[in-house]
Each structure stands twice: as C-alpha cells, then as structure tokens.
C-alpha cells in the first residue's frame, strides 16, 4: 500500500447512501431532492432556521415505510450482546473498507455502546433491518440526541451515522427507505433537526474538513506495508524524525469523577470560539469523556475495554482544571498480512486550554504554543497506549497545529449535513466568510 493508500483510508469513516444509489441518481440526487435539505445552488440563507416546520406528533407518519417483502423492521438493542455483536459483524464486514479489501474498522462492543448510548438516548432510533426467513441483520442505521448551536441558535437534534447495508443487497434500494424510517422515528420524538457526515458529496455539505495523520509506530506500518521509505531517506531516519518523547510535558493525569463540573465548564467556555457546537450537560460530559476509560489495567496506557483517553491539567492551588484533551481508539483488521492482524488508531476527540481565555493569546501565539504542547502530549498517551497512527480532521484549532506536529496531509474529505436547518457555509479546510480554517466547526462525528 502506497502512502496515498493509507492516508485514503484512514481518511475514510462512514458509509453513506451516496454509496448505494444508482450512478444516474447520484448525478441527480433524486432522493435529497425531495428532502428539507440545502440544494445545489442555493443562495446563502438571509437568516438560519428551519427549512420546514415541526409538526405535531399525531401529524408525523404512525406507520413505518414499506420495505421489501423478503425484510422486516426490527429496533436493534445495543446493550444486549448478542445484538451489539450483529451491528458490530456487519459494520465489520460491510461498513468501510479501503479499495484493496485489505483494511476494515474493527467496532468493540464497548465502542458501539459508548457511541450509540449518550444521556437520553432513545433505543428506537437504533433501526435494523433483518430478512424474515432467517432473522439475519443485514442494514443498520442509527440516531442519537444531540443539542447543537450553529452561529446564534441553539436547538434539539439528533446524531444519525452508521448507515450500514449488506453488500448483497446494495440494489435493493434500502438506503433512502432507512433514512427515511430514521428520521420518522425521530419525529415522533419531536425533534425535526439532524446532523450526519459523508465522506460522498450530497445535498449541500455546510462544511467541508479533511483528514490528516500522524505516523506514531513506523516500523509497524512499514512491515504491513501501509507506508513506505521516501527516495532519499531511510527507515531509521523515518523512525527518527517521528519518535515521540518518552513522558509528556505538562502534568497531564486521568479525568477522574471528581473533574467532570470543572471540564464541563471549560469546555462550554472554549467552544464559544467555533460557529457549530454540541452543548453537553454534565451527564453528556460525563459519558463523553469518563464513562469508557475501560476497567483495571490491561497494560502500560491502557485498560481493558478502553476506548477514551481523556487526560487533565490541574492547577494545584486552584484545583481548577485549566487543560483537557481526548480521543477515542478505532483500530482497523488488516487482512492477508502474517505479521499483524490490527492496526491501532487513535482520533482526536474534543480539547480546551484556559489559555484561549486570556488577552492577546491567540494573537501573540500563547494559544497555538499551548495547544501543540497539549496535543503533543495526547500523541504521547495515545503512543504509550499502543496506537500505530493519530488521526484529526481540520475542525476547531487544529489547523494552525497539526503541521508542527508531524501530521501528514490526508487525501479524503469529511462533509458535514444539516438536515431542515439552513445556514451559511461554515469554515472547515478553508476560511469561510472571514472566519479562520477550522473555527466554523466544533463538532467531532464519531
């Protein structure tokens, strides 16, 4: 695999019904056309706001869509094992693989049950669908509450992802049939709002962030072949060039239960720096952040079933916390290779710095010397957690960081959706309307 190779799959998170459609209906986008969704050529909006308007629950569709005769619908439980295990075999085998069927995401139980089971979370959004002969689960799509504020507004809305559907059965057309069975389910919440990702285009991406990686176990990845010596370099020079220090810089220790009001508070203040951004209360903190840093010691860095590193700086005479940092573990099967079976990546998760805070520092650049310190040192835990590769996307403040850290410029994008909620487009990869690179959005899809 060519070092474009891998930057293309790790750069890859989702699969989406762009993939599923027919190649004339990905020309024309004959479902998003009939959706509450932005459209192509669409003027910026005057103001944000709904698309359509909410209706009454007794106005929303009772009955779920139609489906093949051959499948039923089923509400997937996430915290029974033997279901957890059926969404992880077919995220496994069918979710994202990269173009040389030599890679695919390896989801833990424990990983599904972080990511699909927030504070709130409603069981049937978790929707499957199973061929009735035998029961099989063969498609999966999923929601989960989100509160967002895009810019000024602040509303109700749900994470949907996961969208999941057996190869075989990529002709059948499930993929609008479950988006829609999705969304219906939701509005029987109430809620009318939703955000999603794509690695595909569709009807009208708001923001557009691209994916870049750090190198952390060069000699692994050159055995698996998932990089290669550059002309003019070796491997020992490589191994050099990325060796991370053997203990961080600040004082970084665990989150513990005891830190979760103060990070909750950092966090809300550091995230009024971006123009879309999940609001968490404290239970959201809580399981975001605390609740899957796994059970007793597994090895150096890591815990059994561990699947976020949250790591604080606390002042000592305050006891307030001043730093966080996170990023959660997604490691991929590699196939057809002897000498290993799992690559290990690590992604970025969420971070804050009271330095943002204070005046000139963004300017005078106390703030980007603080933050390469901070998520310097996350490569660091994730190194000592046994992650081969570090993953970010160009969201929040990593933009201005990532080069000085060694990141390696990835060649696959990450569109953000909107759906029944208009905006101006917001500043991901490049600036948009005045705002820096990065700053327009706040929210890491998982």
């Known amino acids: 695999m060519s070092e474009e190779d891998l930057a293309s799959f790790l750069s890859q998170t989702r699969i989406t ?61 996430i915290m029974n094992p033997t279901e957890n295990k059926e969404v992880h075999d077919l995220l496994s085998m069918h979710y994202v693989e990269d173009v040389n069927a030599s890679l695919r995401f390896k989801y833990s139980a424990e990983f599904l049950r972080w990511a699909l089971t927030p504070p709130g979370y409603v069981k049937e959004w978790h929707v499957g669908v199973r061929v009735s002969a035998n029961k099989k689960l063969v498609a999966f799509i999923s929601g989960v509450p989100m509160n967002l504020r895009v810019r000024g507004k602040e509303f109700s809305s749900s994470e949907v992802n996961y969208i999941c559907i057996h190869k075989k059965l990529r002709s059948k057309r499930l993929a609008p049939v479950l988006i829609k069975e999705v969304t219906r389910r939701i509005h029987l919440e109430g809620i009318f709002q939703a955000i999603y990702t794509a690695g595909t285009v569709i009807p009208t991406p708001i923001a557009v962030c691209r994916y870049y990686h750090r190198s952390i176990n060069i000699p692994k990845l050159l055995e698996v072949g998932f990089t290669y010596v550059p002309r003019n370099s070796t491997a020992a020079r490589m191994i050099r060039t990325n060796k991370l220090p053997d203990k961080p810089t600040l004082a970084v220790r665990p989150m513990e239960e005891r830190d979760v009001t103060s990070v909750a508070e950092l966090f809300a203040r550091y995230m009024q720096r971006f123009d879309m951004v999940p609001l968490m209360t404290l239970e959201e903190v809580r399981h975001h952040f605390l609740s899957a840093q796994g059970t007793q010691d597994e090895g150096p860095g890591r815990k059994t079933g561990q699947v976020t590193w949250t790591y604080v700086v606390e002042n000592s005479e305050t006891q307030k916390i001043t730093d966080f940092f996170s990023f959660y573990s997604l490691p991929s099967t590699v196939l057809q290779n002897s000498a290993h079976d799992t690559i290990e990546a690590g992604y970025l998760y969420y971070y804050a710095t009271d330095v943002a805070f204070k005046d000139g520092a963004d300017e005078d650049g106390r703030l980007k010397s603080r933050l390469e310190t901070l998520i310097g040192d996350a490569l660091i835990v994730a190194s000592q957690a046994g992650m081969d590769v570090f993953n970010a996307l160009t969201l929040m403040d ?44 706040g929210v890491v899809m998982l």
Not at 34 to 62: A, M
Not at 408 to 437: I, P, Q, S
């Open 17 to 77: 019904d762009g993939n599923t459609q027919a190649p004339a209906e990905q020309k024309t986008h004959k479902f998003w056309a009939t959706q509450p969704v932005p459209q192509q050529g669409d003027l910026p909006p005057l103001e944000d706001g709904c698309i359509e308007p909410s209706s009454p629950r007794d106005q929303v569709r009772q009955e779920p869509y139609p489906l093949p005769k051959e499948f039923e619908w089923v509400t997937v439980d």
């Open 398 to 441: 990593n933009v201005p960081i990532l080069k000085d850290l060694k990141f390696g410029l990835g060649d696959g994008y990450l569109n953000f959706y909107l759906y029944n909620w208009r905006t101006a487009k917001l500043a991901g990869m490049e600036e948009e309307g005045g705002v820096r690179a990065g700053m327009g959005v």
